[in-house]
């Protein structure tokens, strides 16, 4: 499957869902202090990638790969053929996005806890454009 796009074919819960789950997976992981395996996020760090998820407006993406890292943090990323976005969901409540299409263009910043309708923006110039 490596290389392949996956796309939602569907409505709202089409890549959401997945994304869902995928996030609730972590939760089956243990809490790791070896700092390199992925360890099992704080209730306060998923509620934070669910929101970021929520906030985000698009029904038609492909479904990001979501995964835990080493310090509890959470990281959301979209392919597509042309850009790639990532999400991350730090322990500490940071929320940070860096986003590359194939042409050079960059963007990157922080959201700002609570207000993630900027990532909308984001999300149309890197997977919707």
């Known amino acids: 499957m490596a290389g392949q796009i996956r796309y ?3 409505g ?6 997945p994304a869902l789950q995928q996030l609730a997976s972590t939760q089956d992981l243990k809490r790791k202090e070896d700092g390199f395996s992925p360890s099992r996020p704080e209730s306060s760090t998923i509620k934070m990638a ?4 929520s906030a985000i407006k698009r029904d038609y993406l492909p479904i990001p790969f979501v995964s835990a890292s080493a310090d509890g943090g ?3 990323e979209w392919h597509k053929p042309a850009s790639r976005l990532t999400i991350n969901i730090r322990a500490i409540g940071e929320v940070g996005y860096f986003g590359v299409r194939e042409s050079g263009y960059t963007c990157e910043g922080e959201l700002k806890h609570g207000n993630f ?3 909308n ?9």
């Open 8 to 10: 939602a074919l569907g």
């Open 12 to 17: 709202d819960d089409i890549w959401r869902k």
């Open 50 to 53: 669910e929101a970021v998820i």
């Open 74 to 76: 959470i990281t959301l």
């Open 117 to 119: 309708d900027f990532i």
């Open 121 to 129: 923006e984001v999300v149309d110039i890197l997977l919707v454009r």
